[in-house]
């Protein structure tokens, strides 16, 4: 479970050295440390529920989003790529968990296309198959024909074809007008 420092200075204020005590059970690896003052108890869960805590606001997407709905075959372990705002560059945190990364996309588009679950008692939010293919796309160069755009989804980011025309398209639209 996530915990942060004034928790665990409560749940140890009957220790003389708090700071002591929490160093040695990170030591112990009772505790890792997500980023600073924050803390997960539970070095077997999945990572990815832990991506929003580290960096808010902020939900799962990108290659990671993409892996997840089964439109890329790569598989990504222990890195986690998600989407925030107006933080004006990519922000890389790295733990004993994973490695998270945050880029940016508009804030206009932020909060359209994103579902919130539940899952083993940790909330996550992460965006719809069609807006982490847009969010995707945002970060990569543009291309000028429907030609490259094939090359691109199917050659470049090996986006899976039958995946891939059962997504929403005026979803999409509206992704990428925006």
């Not at 002591?20 to 997960?40: M, P, Q």
Request: charged letters at 25%.
């Amino acid at each position: 479970m996530i915990t942060n420092i004034v928790e665990l200075k409560q749940k140890y204020n009957n220790y003389k050295d708090i700071n002591g005590k929490i160093a040695r059970e990170i030591e112990k690896g009772n505790l890792i440390s997500l980023v600073r003052g924050l803390y997960e108890t539970n070095s077997h869960g999945d990572g990815y529920l832990l991506a929003q805590y580290i960096l808010a606001p902020s939900y799962l997407s990108f290659d990671f989003a993409l892996a997840f709905y089964n439109l890329i075959p790569e598989a990504t372990y222990n890195v986690f790529t998600c989407a925030s705002f107006e933080k004006r560059k990519t922000k890389i945190y790295k733990n004993k968990i994973g490695t998270y990364i945050y880029r940016d996309v508009p804030s206009s588009v932020f909060s359209y296309g994103i579902k919130a679950i539940i899952k083993n008692g940790y909330g996550f939010n992460i965006a719809t198959a069609e807006k982490a293919l847009c969010d995707k796309l945002y970060e990569m160069d543009p291309v000028y024909s429907v030609k490259q755009l094939r090359e691109l989804l199917f050659e470049d980011l090996r986006i899976d074809e039958e995946t891939f025309y059962k997504l929403n398209f005026n979803e999409i639209r509206i992704f990428a007008t925006l």
